[in-house]
Nanobody, 122 residues
Framework: VQLQASGGGLAQPGNSLRLSCAAS????????WAWYRQSPGKEREFVAA????????WYSDSLKDRFTIARDDASGTLYLQMNDLKPRDTAVYFC????????????????WGQGTQVTVSS
């Protein structure tokens, strides 16, 4: 199984970035997928998740107005559209695949990508 996250980089406050997570080696459509982020010295933080089959989405309350998660089962790719970026969004962003369990619990995830760095700074 491989999860390849990409799309991170340096962005100015107010700008947008779109992260991608390309998955292979597993049945993408059967998993819930999520984005988490982690800043230095902090625990991994839930950002958003999307369920299989019905594509129901879940968001961190503090991010739901600016971030949008989406899945493309045909290509096996997960996305995170991040708008109006703020310096506090600076973190390494990880994609994860969960077959069962609470999407808010990192222990529920079977696979993780390697992370992509997002830095928001002027």
């Amino acid at each position: 199984v491989q999860l390849q996250a990409s799309g991170g980089g340096l962005a100015q406050p107010g700008n947008s970035l779109r992260l991608s997570c390309a998955a292979s080696g597993l049945s993408f459509r059967d998993y819930s997928w999520a984005w988490y982020r982690q800043s230095p010295g902090k625990e991994r933080e839930f950002v958003a998740a999307v369920e299989p089959y019905n594509s129901r989405t879940w968001y961190s309350d503090s991010l739901k107005d600016r971030f949008t998660i989406a899945r493309d089962d045909a290509s096996g790719t997960l996305y995170l559209q991040m708008n109006d970026l703020k310096p506090r969004d600076t973190a390494v962003y990880f994609c994860g695949a969960s077959y069962s369990g609470s999407l808010y619990n990192t222990d529920s995830y079977d696979y993780w990508g390697q992370g992509t760095q997002v830095t928001v700074s002027s």
